[in-house]
Nanobody
């Protein structure tokens, strides 16, 4: 059974931190890429970060590089997104996604077959 469940969103002030979690079924957790995307109101969904299963290579968008860190806990089938130095523009719904085969570049949402329901992150001044 495919399952991705995000948690950890909330309200935080600028400069603060949050850690998002994505609990996956064992089958989904073995996907080629595990990624995070976000979508702000009125904007298109955008790539945030991803992790390649084979070697734990990390990918980041330029907007979050140096502030966000993606990681995984294999014992818990969970992927994390540690978000530090949060900015107002980080406000969005954050989605965890799994790309089973990894046939497409990691930044493209259409390459991910499975998605979670999303968790809201709101950064206030």
């Amino acid at each position: 059974q495919v399952q991705l469940v995000e948690s950890g969103g909330g309200l935080v002030q600028t400069g603060g931190s949050l850690r998002l979690s994505c609990a996956a079924s064992e089958r989904t957790f073995s996907s080629y890429f595990m990624g995070w995307f976000r979508q702000a109101p009125g904007k298109e969904r955008e790539f945030v970060a991803a992790l390649r299963r084979s070697d734990n290579y990390e990918y980041y968008s330029d907007s979050v590089k140096g502030r966000f860190t993606i990681s995984r806990d294999n014992a818990k089938n969970t992927v994390y997104l540690q978000m530090n130095s949060l900015k107002l523009e980080d406000t969005a719904a954050y989605y965890c996604a799994a790309a089973v085969t990894g046939h497409y570049p990691v930044i493209y949402g259409f390459g991910y077959e499975y998605w979670g329901q999303g968790t809201q992150v709101t950064v206030s001044s």
